[in-house]
């Protein structure tokens, strides 16, 4: 979705502006533009606009040929979401006299009514964009404080835009500049992320890491509602009530921020092969060796978070939601412990009555996803007003990216650890949500004691047993589907729908695989219980529509294997997800899993349904790591 960029200091500020961009572009974007401040002999500056549709590419082209000189200037990849993606609607947007550009990610709610109040007064819109009442009111602004006598500088900068600020609705991270002051960079940020790097004697800004990963390692996260005058002198940085807040940087921890392609010819590849170091990791900081006595599981959760738990509540979206609903299964079946999963854009406007002793779990592997973040606000919002502690709020977030907002929502974070991940389509922070769960449920599980569904405690420490091993299988599984799929894609040159079925625990991952699928191959695909198959989606089926069934030994085995002849009845061609055997013949094509608890198989399914997915795509020579219409975060509601 949209990415920041915003660099004051003493070098050229367009190439770092273009680089960090780059290092956006992952996120998903339909246009980019940069706007620099060229200080002139007068002392004041010339403000330099480019701005193209398309990829990156396209804009680096035109700053070749036109050049964009200066020491400080704002950069923007555009998700479109107000206005075609059209180089009119791309960022930055200028005010009347073309001194001011701004650059914004988010939705200002209310731009209709202040672009009413703007065209009032005489101000045309060059765009159709919610963004370009900004620099239109912060020019007004200053022309207002101007009038009474204050003089251009980065102090009434600053002042024009905290005093705009109050007018706007909705989320927004922005940064603007103006010639005016070729020295001063303002930026802000409300509920969308932004942060400070320092350099040396220079300040880079943005809306994500990867965009600082090569500029510095010490940032400063704005808080909410703060806002921040940049020079090359230094930060001076106010909170929502304009008070100066003083605040420790951090250091951005490892290189995972860094995105390296290796030899892989898509992110989205390289991701799937790094799912068993993924496993790894995991396996080595939350599975203590702790021999027969030990705790069973080792999370970062205090005891108040979970002590008492009567109902667990998950909220997600996408790809996210399909491990929630792996992860409710585990909850109920492990631990016995009541849950409920949401679309957290659903949640907000028809949340279900409070419960009490509820833990509310926010899954988003960005930690930035909209839709998930409001949910989680309002549900702290709604318990906190109760007088009853019973309903107090308890917020744990699932995340890769334990600095996001989420972060900074909740009441503690399982940190899913899998490193940066570029392909939009989400593969291994997907493992990783899967393994947190594993996690919570038996750390759960454990605390209640005794046989839970049959299991027992010495069941569980079984269970944990055969986890260890996942590394080692999953990079089995991996290099093997990889050849496989490879083989397989090319039957796929014509179709134009694929049905997945599942059943129990792999009912999620069926709807994983076909939502893989429909991202970035753009072939139609649904997910269905395997039972639910005859009360309507049976009439779809015919030799053109490949379906492809999870068939794993366990309480639902036989009744896939029944499903899967029911299609076969209607000559659909069928891929079997399940182990070698005469039970698994009844497939056209088998890709191969190793028999394992039922319990645990989604961790090795999901493989196959990503690698299919990924050589169907790739062998359509689609754009995998950035699919049409799609976004890495979505920042937007
Ligand atoms: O960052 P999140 O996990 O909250 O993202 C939620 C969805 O937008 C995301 O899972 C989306 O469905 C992915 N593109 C899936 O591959």
């Known amino acids: 979705m949209c990415g920041i960029v915003a660099l004051i200091g003493s070098r050229e500020a ?96 209310n731009h209709r009514s202040l672009r009413e ?87 880079l800004c943005a809306s994500d890491t990867p965009a600082l990963a090569g500029f510095t390692r010490t940032i400063l996260p704005m808080e909410d509602g703060e806002v921040a005058l940049l020079t090359p002198l230094g930060i001076e940085l106010y909170d929502a009530a304009g008070t100066r807040v003083q605040r420790t940087p951090t250091l951005l921890s490892g290189t995972e921020h860094v995105a390296d392609k290796r030899s892989f010819r898509h992110f989205m590849l390289k991701e799937i092969h790094e799912q068993p170091e993924t496993a790894a990791l995991w396996v080595a900081r939350h599975l203590p060796v702790g021999g027969a006595t030990g705790p069973l599981v080792a999370l970062p959760l205090d005891d108040a978070l979970l002590d008492g738990l009567e109902r667990v509540q998950l909220l997600a979206c996408g790809t996210s939601r399909h491990a929630a609903q792996v992860g409710a299964y585990l909850l109920e079946q492990l631990a016995g412990m009541p849950t409920d999963v949401f679309f957290a854009s659903e949640f907000r406007y028809g949340p279900p009555p409070l419960s009490p002793h509820t833990l509310t779990v926010g899954v988003t592997q960005s930690g930035e996803t909209a839709d998930t973040l409001a949910a989680l606000a309002m549900e702290q919002e709604r318990r906190r007003a109760m007088a009853d502690p019973a309903y107090a709020p308890r917020l744990l977030g699932i995340t890769n990216r334990p600095e996001s907002s989420l972060g900074r929502l909740v009441d503690a974070v399982l940190d899913i650890g899998a490193g940066i991940e570029v392909g939009v389509a989400a593969t291994k922070t997907f493992l990783g949500q899967l393994l947190a769960f594993y996690g919570l449920a038996l750390a759960l599980a454990e605390r209640r004691g005794g046989s839970i569904n049959g ?154 349904m990503q690698l299919l997915s990924y050589h169907i795509a790739a062998h359509r020579g689609l754009d995998v790591d950035q699919p049409r219409n799609l976004a890495k975060s979505v920042t937007v509601e």
């Not at 404080?145 to 024009?160: I, M, N, V």
């Not at 005093?163 to 969308?192: E, F, I, M, T």
Request: a negative charge; proline letters at 6%; glycine letters at 10%.
């Open 117 to 203: 109040e703007l065209q009032a007064v005489g101000v045309d819109f060059r765009s159709d964009t919610d963004t370009e009442v900004i620099p239109h009111l912060v020019s007004r602004r200053l022309a207002e404080l101007r009038a009474g006598g204050a003089l251009a500088s980065g102090t009434l900068l600053l002042q024009a835009v905290q005093d705009v600020l109050p007018l706007l609705q909705g989320a927004y991270a922005l940064a603007v500049v103006w010639a005016q002051v070729p020295g001063a960079l303002v930026v802000a940020r409300r509920a969308a992320p932004l942060l400070i790097g320092l350099g040396e004697g220079e300040f």
């Open 14 to 109: 367009a190439p770092q502006l273009l680089e960090g961009l780059r290092q956006l572009e992952y996120r998903g974007y339909d246009s980019a533009g940069i706007a620099t401040i060229e200080r002139t002999a007068t002392g004041s500056g010339q403000l330099h606009c480019l701005r193209a549709e398309g990829k990156l590419i396209n804009l680096t082209n035109r700053h070749a040929a036109q050049g964009a000189p200066g020491q400080c200037g704002i950069g923007h990849t555009r998700w479109a979401t107000h206005g075609k993606p059209e180089e009119r609607n791309a960022h930055p947007h200028l005010d009347g006299s073309g001194l001011l550009a701004v650059v914004q990610n988010g939705i200002i709610e």
């Open 455 to 608: 299991r027992s405690p010495e069941a569980l420490r079984q269970l944990v047993d055969q986890l260890r091993l996942l590394p080692e299988q999953l990079r089995a599984l991996v290099a093997d589907h990889d050849r496989r799929c490879e083989g397989l894609a090319h039957r796929f040159v014509d179709t134009r729908d694929v049905i997945f079925l599942g059943r129990g625990i792999n009912y999620p991952i069926a709807l994983e695989g076909a939502l893989k699928l429909k991202e970035i191959s753009y072939i139609h695909a649904e997910g269905y219980p395997a039972g639910e198959m005859k009360h309507g989606p049976i009439a779809l089926l015919d030799a053109q529509v490949p379906v492809v069934s999870i068939a794993m030994p366990g309480s639902v085995f036989e009744k896939v294997l029944s499903n899967a002849q029911e299609a076969k009845a209607r000559d659909a061609q069928l891929i079997g997800v399940g182990p070698e055997g005469p039970d698994t013949e009844v497939f056209d094509v088998l890709l191969p899993v190793p028999a394992v608890d039922e319990l645990l198989s989604p961790l090795l399914t999901v493989i196959p």
